[in-house]
């Protein structure tokens, strides 16, 4: 058994989405031990699994490498009618299907709280950006942290745009959009966690606000999505709240990135 430990922020959105799809994608891999662990410290997140880290991040791409948009009801043939984002699937090739941009408190008429982009963009052309941007893992140990410019995140990740937002001001507006650092890697991972393995709109507490667990006992891999959720019972955790930043700003798609999530308990 390899431990793996992974600098990962438990008050970043994207990061807390990217563990979650880091154990699920270790419990499919065909080295795969019931025996398997996951939990979070102060300031990292820890696996205990058969696979190498190399060989995590390489599972990791080629799963993330084969994500796509599926658009569903609400385009034609003729495409002179567009499927709204809550119309459509992520799917990989190895046929997980999900959409995180549903929105279960209005049946998919309205925006999920995880649709964060305005009109001018939607799924498939965030996916073409990030895939595009994606290094190969070959044992890279940095893999997961590959940095790359534009206007191409799901604004779960609050280390990106933040400079322009607080100002209260899209970066596209400042100009300065193209120059935008983002995370690949982390951003095709924090979808694939939000899509297929982490189930998240059961952390909604509201329409506007989140709450999630991170937990600091090792638990089975299998079990990673309820102790996010805090449905798991006998586990000491660490729980937060977060709300895009709609809150501040008014709710119009460009402001609605996530910042830091607060401790709550």
Excluded at 38 to 51: G, V
Excluded at 104 to 118: A, P
Excluded at 137 to 146: C, K
């Amino acid at each position: 058994m390899h431990k793996i430990s992974l600098p990962l922020d438990e008050r970043n959105l994207a990061h807390v989405l990217t563990a979650l799809a880091l154990a699920g994608i270790a419990d499919g891999m065909e080295d795969a031990n019931p025996a398997s662990r996951c939990w979070w410290t102060e300031d990292e997140f820890k696996l205990l699994i058969p696979a190498t880290q190399s060989a995590l991040f390489k599972a990791a791409h080629d799963l993330v490498q084969g994500i796509r948009w599926v658009e569903g009801i609400g385009c034609n043939e003729k495409r002179d009618i567009k499927a709204a984002p809550h119309h459509g699937l992520f799917t990989t090739a190895t046929a997980q299907l999900g959409n995180p941009l549903i929105s279960f408190h209005d049946q998919g008429i309205t925006s999920s709280i995880f649709k964060t982009f305005s009109g001018q963009l939607n799924p498939a052309k965030l996916l073409s950006k990030q895939l595009a941007a994606l290094k190969p893992a070959d044992g890279h140990p940095d893999w997961l942290f590959q940095s790359g410019q534009g206007v191409a995140g799901w604004k779960f990740d609050c280390r990106v745009s933040g400079h322009a937002y607080d100002q209260g001001y899209s970066a596209n507006e400042e100009g300065s959009g193209d120059l935008t650092p983002f995370y690949p890697a982390i951003e095709l991972l924090s979808i694939a966690g939000a899509a297929f393995f982490a189930g998240p709109h059961v952390w909604l507490t509201d329409e506007d606000t989140l709450s999630y667990c991170v937990w600091q006992h090792p638990i089975s891999l299998p079990l990673a999505p309820l102790a996010a959720a805090a449905l798991l019972d006998g586990i000491d955790g660490r729980h937060y709240k977060l709300a895009t930043r709609g809150n501040a700003y008014g709710k119009g798609a460009a402001y609605r990135h996530f910042p830091e999530a607060n401790l709550i308990s």
